[in-house]
């Protein structure tokens, strides 16, 4: 049984799911426990420092994944970095998504400009 541990801000899409079976061969998604997720997706700028916030996290990930398990990392460009090294260190794969993007613009009231990106999976890529 292979675990996907989810360490980013969003939802897996039905895409990404169906993706992460097929080619990474997942079994079993693992999401950060709720204050575990609130601590990713809200990590502060301010510390010169992020390596303590990380604690909690990378020991969660150091007590339920095993080593041959993929984490799929995504988020504050120098957390991320640190957390994919913690899991090269544990064994443990990490990914990132990697999508399209289509943006749309729109003419908007008063001759503002209204873009919207629409994003589709494409597939997972390793850190390496």
């Known amino acids: ?3 996907l541990f989810l360490i980013f801000s969003h939802r897996l899409t039905a ?3 169906q993706d992460a079976r097929e080619n990474l061969g997942i079994t079993h998604f ?3 426990p709720s204050e575990l997720q609130e601590l990713w997706s809200n990590l502060p700028p301010e510390p010169d420092e992020i390596h303590p916030l990380l604690q909690p996290i990378k ?3 150091a007590r339920h994944a095993v080593s041959g398990d993929i ?3 995504t ?3 120098g957390a ?3 957390m994919v090294n913690f899991c090269h260190s544990l064994g443990i794969i990490a990914v990132y998504a990697t999508s399209r993007r289509m943006v749309i613009e729109e003419r908007g009231a008063q001759g503002t400009t209204i ?3 629409i994003f589709d999976h494409v597939r997972f890529r390793t850190f390496r």
Do not use: C, I, Y
Request: net charge neutral; glycine share 4%.
């Open 115 to 117: 873009k919207r990106s």
């Open 80 to 82: 991320t970095w640190n």
């Open 71 to 73: 984490a799929l990392v």
């Open 59 to 61: 020991q969660w990930v």
């Open 30 to 32: 693992v999401p950060l």
């Open 75 to 77: 988020g504050d460009f």
């Open 1 to 3: 049984m292979k675990s």
């Open 15 to 17: 895409e990404q799911e």
